[in-house]
């Protein structure tokens, strides 16, 4: 079948030819041939499917960063992650209709105060590190700020592990004096990049440093969810209702066998190759961070953890630890002389939060 000029193409999926050349720019519809004299764009009738698929999405909303994910995804992964995004559009038109009320009856006299209004949510959080007992050098970094929460866990044994994982949390930080985001996964995708760049450079900087990289786990906090960006086998966790749940995948080469099920997870926690990274931000590859967004409510407490703490402290233990009624920096404390009395064999670093009504 022949090719599509991209006015019959916009005709045919209903998308302007202006929104396909910023789709193509995006690498969100690529066309299929590019005169390269003119420059001029054709299509092929196949990709018509993916093409309402973007306009459906964008119909709905969806920022252009989740949507390449969801392009990018198996079909069942993009079904979930579109039922997770309107799960999300509907908790958050349920509180702003709510507040709408709130003005109707506040601004016709049938509410006197302000301060009927909803309870706004804080965070309350701790950051530390530790270099364990048995490795010479500190690789693993933590941060916790009003906005940025992040650990990130430099390559184990490599000269730039400790420069890597600095750098990571560094390009994150950025994130501080920016104000809330009004799209938390952009804001956190485009950080990664600009992490992934700073390494690069700091690769070519010295040869010494090649090879370097870092895992990389971080929430941003909006002022009313968080979004997450993971990329590497440290992890995040939710304690919600006496319940504990983890929030991301490990991106190891064991965790894969896992997932295809050719092993169980009770194999994989001895497995050889267990700690085999399939994806890192290591400076030559393009960064692919897994990003979510996660709706809270006070009373949540979120953890961030390198693997110096989830390979030696079984997950029972991890959620009483975590668990515990104290304030954050108790609870990170305790969470690293856990990992230490396991015997402490690798650096570990820890963020605890603590969502809070204010």
């Known amino acids: 079948m022949s090719l599509l000029t991209i006015g019959a193409f916009a005709r045919a999926s209903r998308l302007s030819p202006k929104a396909l050349r910023l789709y193509d720019e995006l690498g969100l519809l690529r066309p299929a041939e590019v005169d390269p004299a003119s420059g001029y ?37 993009a079904a979930q992650e579109i039922a997770a995004y309107w799960a999300q559009v509907r908790a958050e038109t349920a509180m702003r209709q709510e507040l709408a009320a709130f003005l109707v009856d506040y601004l016709s006299g049938r509410a006197t105060t302000m301060s009927d209004a909803r309870t706004s949510l804080g965070i309350r959080f701790a950051a530390q590190s530790d270099i364990g007992l048995a490795r010479s050098r500190q690789e693993d970094s933590a941060y916790a700020g009003p906005r940025v929460l992040a650990v990130a866990d430099g390559l184990g044994g490599h000269p730039g592990g400790e420069r890597a994982s600095a750098a990571a949390i560094e390009a994150l930080r950025v994130l501080e004096g920016n104000g809330s985001p009004a799209d938390p996964l952009a804001a956190l995708g485009e950080a990664v990049q600009r992490a992934g760049a700073d390494l690069r450079a ?4 010295d040869p010494a440093l090649e090879g370097l990289g870092t895992t990389l786990t971080a929430f941003l906090w909006s002022g009313s969810q968080l979004g997450l960006a993971h990329i590497g086998d440290s992890r995040a966790y939710l ?45 030559t590859t393009d960064p692919q961070p897994d990003l979510s967004l996660h709706a809270v409510r006070a009373g949540d407490r979120y953890l961030l953890c ?27 404390g305790d969470l690293i002389t856990m990992a230490n009395s396991a015997g402490g064999p690798d650096n570990v670093a820890c963020v605890v939060a603590d969502i809070v009504s204010v």
């Open 41 to 77: 764009r054709s299509y092929d009738p196949d990709q018509l499917e993916q093409a309402r698929l973007v306009a459906w999405l964008r119909r709905l909303g969806m920022p252009l960063t989740r949507i390449r994910m969801i392009c990018d995804a198996e079909p069942a992964t």
């Open 202 to 205: 700091l690769a070519e900087s």
């Open 239 to 283: 304690l919600r209702d006496a319940a504990m749940f983890r929030l991301t995948e490990d991106h190891t080469y064991v965790q894969s066998l896992v997932s295809e099920g050719q092993i169980s997870a009770e194999e994989a926690a001895t497995h050889p190759r267990r700690q085999l990274l399939v994806r890192a931000l290591d400076g």
């Open 306 to 332: 390198t693997d110096g703490l989830h390979t030696v402290v079984a997950d029972a233990e991890i959620q009483a630890a975590a668990s515990a009624p104290a304030d954050p920096e108790r609870v990170v």
